[in-house]
């Protein structure tokens, strides 16, 4: 049973605005959560990270949220750029890095 | 610097053969991870080691054996192939003294059918 889910497979953005990609679960002990970000013939590479006791985190263009009564995060990308167009997949742990729970990813395209 | 590579990028076996796909890392990570990624789900962990000599299981261990004898490199094998064991894998390594993003780097995947 998944325990991260992405309920978008895709997600499609004019460049200059905003993309927001969602990403819920269902273990409640999940207390560290990632993006991570994919081209195509590529790995995944970290993107943003956030620990469950914040409810946000920036690093530029890219912000998490984290709503834990909702078991929910997000992923804000303002402004899209064509250069983000790529496979997001958001992923979870529980006590520690050895077990990460990933989504099944949205696929983001950035309209010139 | 190379980061994680993983060989070969690309397999055809039939069911029931043999293969070992290599991962090896150049960062001197301790940390050695297999996922596989199959479509509509999310990565999932076969198997991992945490140092040179060690492994240990995953959420989808079955049917893969791993061996760690040296620091830099990680083997997943499959003795007896299925076709459910069509999919895409990848490899991680990790410095476990980096809490930011539990510093994964990814190789760039092996795709394997079997038919």
């Known amino acids: 049973d998944q325990q991260v889910k992405q309920n978008s497979p895709s997600l499609s953005v004019q460049e200059g605005r905003i993309s927001i990609l969602n990403c819920d679960y269902t273990?409640?002990?999940?207390?560290?959560f990632l993006w991570y970000k994919k081209y195509p013939a590529e790995g995944p590479t970290f993107l943003i990270s956030i620990s469950s006791i914040k409810d946000k985190n920036e690093d530029g263009r890219f912000t998490v949220f984290l709503n834990k009564s909702a078991k929910h995060l997000s992923l804000h990308i303002v402004p899209s750029q064509p250069g983000d167009s790529a496979v997001y997949f958001c992923?979870?742990?529980?006590?520690?890095?050895?077990?990460?729970?990933f989504g099944t990813g949205t696929r983001l395209t950035v309209i010139p | 610097n190379a980061g994680v590579t993983q060989t070969p990028k690309f397999r055809v076996l039939k069911t029931g053969q043999s293969m070992t796909l290599l991962c090896a890392q150049d960062?001197?990570?301790?940390?050695m991870y297999w996922y596989r990624q199959d479509p509509g789900m999310g990565l999932r962990l076969i198997h991992y080691?945490?140092?040179?000599?060690?492994?240990a299981k995953g959420e989808v261990p079955d049917g893969y054996n791993v061996s760690r004898l040296k620091k830099q490199n990680f083997l997943l094998g499959l003795e007896s192939a299925a076709p459910s064991q069509t999919s895409v894998y990848f490899c991680?390594?990790?410095?476990?003294?980096?809490?930011?993003?539990?510093?994964?780097?990814f190789g760039s995947g092996t795709r394997l059918t079997v038919v």
């Open positions: 992923a979870a742990s529980e006590g520690g890095a050895n077990n990460l729970f």
């Open positions: 273990n409640s002990m999940f207390d560290y």
């Open positions: 080691s945490v140092g040179e000599g060690t492994t």
């Open positions: 991680a390594s990790r410095d476990p003294s980096r809490q930011a993003n539990y510093g994964y780097t």
């Open positions: 960062m001197n990570h301790e940390y």
